[in-house]
Nanobody
Framework: QADLAESGGGLVQPGGSLRLSCEAS????????MSWVRQAPGRELEWIAG????????YYVDSVKGRFAISRDNTKNTLWLQLNNLKTDDTAMYFC?????????????WGQGTQVTVSS
């Protein structure tokens, strides 16, 4: 059964950093682009970062560009999101999703999420 398991969230002060991880199983991870999406309270899912199958050409929504970094290791079936200079507006549940920016909604496959709370 295909599965995505996120971890690494927590409570952090504004300006702080976190590193989120996503372990994939049950599907050929190295064959798919991957994304991180997030959902803030009362808001819809928002795509924020994507990476293609071989790790080249990461791309981001403008609101996180320069602060977040997506990466992957296909030998470990793992996707990461480094979050730096966090802001209160970054508070959300973060999910890794199968597929890049154009396909993640079509695949409709993401994990249970990990909560990131940015507060002083």
């Amino acid at each position: 059964q295909a599965d995505l398991a996120e971890s690494g969230g927590g409570l952090v002060q504004p300006g702080g950093s976190l590193r989120l991880s996503c372990e994939a199983s049950g599907f050929p991870f190295s064959s798919f682009g991957m994304s991180w999406v997030r959902q803030a309270p009362g808001r819809e899912l928002e795509w924020i970062a994507g990476i293609n199958w071989n790790g080249d050409n990461p791309y981001y929504v403008d609101s996180v560009k320069g602060r977040f970094a997506i990466s992957r290791d296909n030998t470990k079936n793992t996707l990461w999101l480094q979050l730096n200079n966090l802001k209160t507006d970054d508070t959300a549940m973060y999910f890794c999703a199968k597929g890049g920016m154009a396909r993640w909604r079509k695949y409709n496959h993401w994990g249970q999420g990990t909560q990131v709370t940015v507060s002083s």
